[in-house]
């Protein structure tokens, strides 16, 4: 028994959602490396079968259900198989997991897998464990030091996390509990630690992170503004990136980066949801189309070529056709370069849920109208882009022989053939054609390399 102890294990981690459960799924693959896991890609020779999930919609949720009913054989070929529910639907359904799926063997929050390991000694003597109460301690305060052995030369830094508007829709604000700032050393130590494996780009990460005010040398809460300046100090950092922000909490200062800092990517995701004052009312939103309208034209003051993005939903409860077309007249006034638009879905416990609701059939026709014309004034921006020289990071290598593909200063995925640079290099590219998820382009120099 204590020999296989010793042993490496093999953990197998699925990640569902938003960049913030890719950023916590890669701290749990630190915490259970120190216990002694290593990666595999395949739940059949797995020791630990981890699902991270997402409760956002109502989709989301059920394919865990499905996801875990696949398992049934693996495990009754293993009975040592542990199998466990991070993230969202962790936290949100908890014990339920186990009634409906008897194969889990642990439930575990968004706010409490730094606990892994004392789980894994319950789990290791056959209890069942459910872990989703909001600690006291901040989990960040816990973690390991980032496994170096990282390819990748982008990462995602989580400063913020937490949510205290609650939009009427969202389960966040349940799911992943209050707004919390991490402290701005920690923040800075970590980005160093990133950049010392390889790392370029980093994208700060919040579900509200623009209402950064994590504590900072002076003891003082810091704006994200303020974060922003001091983690361009780091060299070898090259680009900064910040995820997902409310309209809300774009301040002045934040806007005069964008215009100002270099190291800050002309790129800003700004979710607006609705077009329709009456449905943002409904949704909680505390801003007006006009007042979102006017923000937006404050940042493109202050840095003109940024590319806008956002989140739309669409058949929130009462929204008629009206309402539809105000978001529709929203989006041609605003011009988004990418965009997510999802129809609404109804969450246990929010107060939309309980409002009358639009007709399937309905969402589905607006959410193809929305997509429609989203889609077209993507390809719009992308072929903007034909003819331009814009700086490239590069990712990975494509699946052509020779080819390299990275991403632009505008988020955009940029294809690029004969392409003889290592990973991490930041070079010029000229666009020279655009397909539907991506550009094509050529090394426009080979001065920059490096
Ligand atoms: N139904 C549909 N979309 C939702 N979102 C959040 N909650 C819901 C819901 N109940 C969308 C919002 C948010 C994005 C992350 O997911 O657009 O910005
Ligand atoms: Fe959800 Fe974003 Fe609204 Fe917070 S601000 S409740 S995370 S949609």
């Known amino acids: 028994m204590r020999d296989r102890m010793k042993e490496l294990k093999k953990l197998f981690l699925k990640t569902y959602g938003c960049q913030m459960n890719v950023y916590d799924s890669e701290r749990m693959t630190d915490i259970m490396g120190n216990q002694g896991y290593t ?6 020779d797995a020791d630990m079968i981890l699902l991270n999930t997402c409760h956002i919609r109502e989709k989301a949720a059920e394919k865990i259900y499905s996801e875990l009913g696949r ?3 693996i495990k009754s070929k293993n009975s040592d198989l542990k199998i466990g529910v991070a993230g969202c639907v962790a936290q949100a359904e908890g014990v339920e997991i186990m ?8 439930v575990v929050g968004p706010q409490t897998y730094h606990r892994l390991p004392e789980m894994l000694e319950k789990l290791n003597v056959g209890e069942k464990v459910v872990a ?4 006291v301690e901040s989990k960040f305060a816990h973690f390991p030091k980032r496994l170096d052995d990282r390819t990748n030369v982008t990462a995602f830094l989580t400063v913020q996390e937490g949510c205290d508007k609650f939009c009427t829709f969202c389960v966040v604000p349940y799911t992943r509990g209050a707004e919390v700032s991490r402290p701005v050393t920690r923040v800075v130590q970590e980005a160093r630690e990133l950049v010392g494996q390889g790392v370029r780009e980093i994208t700060l990460l919040g579900q509200n992170v623009n209402a950064y005010n994590g504590p900072g040398s002076d003891g003082q809460g810091w704006s994200l503004a303020k974060l922003i300046w001091t983690l361009s100090e780091i060299d070898g950092l090259d680009r900064i990136r910040f995820t997902t922000s409310h309209p809300n909490d774009m301040s002045d200062e934040l ?20 077009g329709s004052d009456k449905i943002l009312k409904r949704m909680n939103r505390q801003y007006t189309a006009e007042s979102y309208i006017r923000l937006i034209e404050k940042i493109r003051s202050a840095r003109p070529d940024i590319l806008i993005s956002g989140d739309f939903i669409v058949g929130f409860p009462e929204e008629d056709e009206s309402d539809f ?10 011009g988004y370069g990418f965009a997510y638009s999802f129809k609404y879905s109804a969450r246990p416990g929010t107060p939309a849920a309980e409002r009358m609701q639009v007709s399937e059939d309905v969402k589905s026709d ?12 993507q390809k719009a921006a992308q072929s903007m882009m034909v003819g331009r020289v814009v700086d490239v990071l590069f990712e990975r290598a494509g699946s052509l022989a020779g080819q390299m593909v990275g991403k632009s200063d505008y988020l955009q995925a940029v294809h690029v053939a004969n392409c003889d640079v290592p990973l991490g290099t930041i070079a010029p590219v000229e666009i020279i054609d655009t397909h539907s998820h991506s550009l094509a382009g050529v090394l426009a120099s080979s001065s920059h390399q490096g």
Do not use: N, W
């Open 132 to 135: 989703t109460e909001f600690p």
């Open 71 to 73: 398992y049934r054989d």
């Open 325 to 334: 077309q105000a978001t529709l007249d929203l989006v041609e006034e605003v």
């Open 255 to 274: 806007i005069e980066t964008h215009g100002e800092c270099k190291k800050l990517m002309p790129y800003l995701h700004l979710p607006v949801q609705a």
């Open 366 to 377: 607006r959410l193809q109208r929305l997509q429609s014309l989203l889609t077209t004034q």
């Open 99 to 106: 009634a409906r799926q008897p194969l889990v063997d642990f």
């Open 39 to 44: 990666m595999t890609d395949s739940p059949d």
